[in-house]
């Protein structure tokens, strides 16, 4: 038995029987369980007793699990359950197998990869922007709550947890659980407005969270150091050390460094948006000296080198008829190109229910689902984003100004060159269904 009272083969709501404490945190306990009527294991996070009499602790354990519930994303956990047994609130969730991101980033412990750090940080940024555009703010991102899994493939899947403190803007049935002129997060990925006490923090906030971390990455430090008191007047009033300063082991791309501090800006709105923090980290390229980047070679050698051959959409809306797999839900869809496009990348989008289909006075935009348009100008997207549905660019491996100036003129998904069927189709499929969440409300 704990000191909480719970023992192993305790039950929870006649449901859940538990097998062993995972840890201790907060106002929670987390237990490995097993769903007694589907003989499923999974995390169990039971509110401690302590706290079960405190109605803003119970309104906040209840608002993390309506949180967490709606926040449907491969890079944020799953929710099963949630409920009341004789008093005692718990949340079954999916298990975990893996490490923090504390676990492999601290001060004492070794640099890691600069892929490894993009990649990283490139899931959360995408889990954030999911979370932003549902407009909820998550308000505590620190290393301890983002969770690493090995995937069968042996990478990194990228889980951020505990939105306890997270609310939904405009929201009237979020509840805001801290008091105004309260600072509330933790003081070393605290932003400046937290720090100031505001109450009514936006997503630049976790936009400036998210960049403590990719600075810690890069150094194995915080921007700040000292007791809460030193910090937080830091996060107020201090710039950071670049961290190309504070190492030299690791040569660090100016782009990735700049954008790092760009991020820790002290004015919100000088601050990079999700969108952009994602399409940079998305196509950063931490293995070329920033000095020598530039379009790629492909790029450079001209249109000619990059198609295989120029195949009308026609003759290939007929063979594709056997091979169309939209996502789960999804309808096939009609891909509008901008440009040019080879037969082997057309018949690779087919196979992933998109019927792309080259711009023509025969085959014109109206009645797209979506536009890719290669090569294009900032100038040229602006006038196609009038169309009013997902827009798609590409760009050179490591051409960050780029894609900022993409960004920027409003394109939903911005493609590394050279181009692969199953990276455009992604970000395709993700470009349409986050449109059709924003028309839908």
């Known amino acids: 038995m704990n000191l909480q009272g719970w023992k192993a083969g305790d039950q929870i709501a006649g449901r859940f029987e538990l097998v062993e404490e995972l840890g201790v945190g907060g106002m929670g306990a987390v237990w490995r369980a097993t769903q007694l009527n589907l003989g499923r294991d999974l995390a169990l996070k039971l509110l401690l007793p302590e706290y079960s009499a405190s109605p803003g602790a119970r309104a906040r354990f209840e608002r993390e699990a309506r949180v967490a519930s709606a926040l449907k994303h491969q890079n944020a956990v799953q ?5 009341e047994d004789d008093g005692q609130l718990f949340i079954a969730m999916e298990l975990l197998e893996g490490v923090t991101l504390r676990s492999i980033v601290d001060e004492h412990l070794p640099v890691q990869p600069l ?3 993009v990649r990283i940080l490139s899931q959360i940024s995408e889990v954030l ?4 555009e549902m407009h909820l703010v998550h308000r505590d991102l620190k290393p301890e709550n983002v969770f690493l899994e090995r995937t069968p493939q042996g990478e990194d899947r990228v889980v951020v947890v505990d939105f306890g403190l997270a609310f939904i803007r405009g929201r009237k049935n979020s509840g805001r659980l801290t008091q105004a002129g309260i600072a509330m997060g933790t003081p070393d990925y605290m932003s400046p407005e937290q720090a100031a006490g505001d109450d009514d923090v936006g997503p630049p906030t976790d936009v400036y969270s998210l960049g403590c971390m990719l600075y810690e990455m890069l150094t194995t430090r915080v921007p700040f150091t000292g007791n809460s008191v030193q910090v937080i007047t830091q996060q107020l009033f201090s710039a950071p050390t670049p961290p190309s300063e504070l190492q030299r082991d690791v040569p660090i791309p100016r782009e990735l460094e700049d954008l790092c501090l760009r991020m820790l800006s002290k004015r919100a709105a000088e601050r990079p948006a999700m969108d952009i923090v994602h399409g940079l980290l998305t196509h950063a390229d931490p293995t070329s000296d920033a000095r020598e980047r530039g379009r790629d070679r492909t790029y450079l050698e001209g249109r000619a080198a990059r198609m295989i051959s120029t195949v009308r959409p026609a003759k290939h809306a007929q063979t594709l008829s056997d091979v169309h797999a939209a996502p789960s839900g999804m309808e096939p869809v009609q891909l509008a190109v901008v440009g040019e496009l080879s037969g082997d990348l057309t018949l690779g989008l087919g196979a992933n229910g998109l019927l792309a289909y080259i711009v023509s006075d025969e085959q014109p935009l109206d009645g797209a689902d979506a536009i890719f348009a290669p090569d294009a100008t900032p100038e040229a997207l602006q006038d196609l984003k009038e169309r009013g549905v997902p827009l798609l660019t590409d760009a050179a491996t490591g051409d960050m100004s780029r894609v900022t100036e993409l960004l ?14 199953e990276d455009l189709s992604k970000k395709v499929w993700r470009a349409i269904r986050r449109h059709r969440r924003r028309n839908t409300g």
């Open 79 to 83: 929710i099963f359950d949630f409920g």
């Open 115 to 117: 892929e490894r750090v």
């Open 408 to 421: 920027r003129a409003g394109v939903d998904e911005v493609v590394n060159r050279p181009i692969r069927a």
């Open 129 to 132: 922007l999911f979370a932003h």
